[in-house]
């Protein structure tokens, strides 16, 4: 599943670290999701579809 994570949280300029405190997971996991390593749950999608203001359908394609 393809994501905008990256290019958003870039954006922003703000860190794996940054986002990840944000949205209480690790580091790693941010970079899991930006590196398709990792499909989030449906809760955290929704967490980090919040923080960018879009909607997950946005976030995920």
Known sequence: M??????LRKELNMSQAELGERIKVSRQTINAIENDKYDPTLSLAFKLAKEFNITVDELFS
């Open 2 to 7: 393809k994501n905008k994570i990256r290019y």
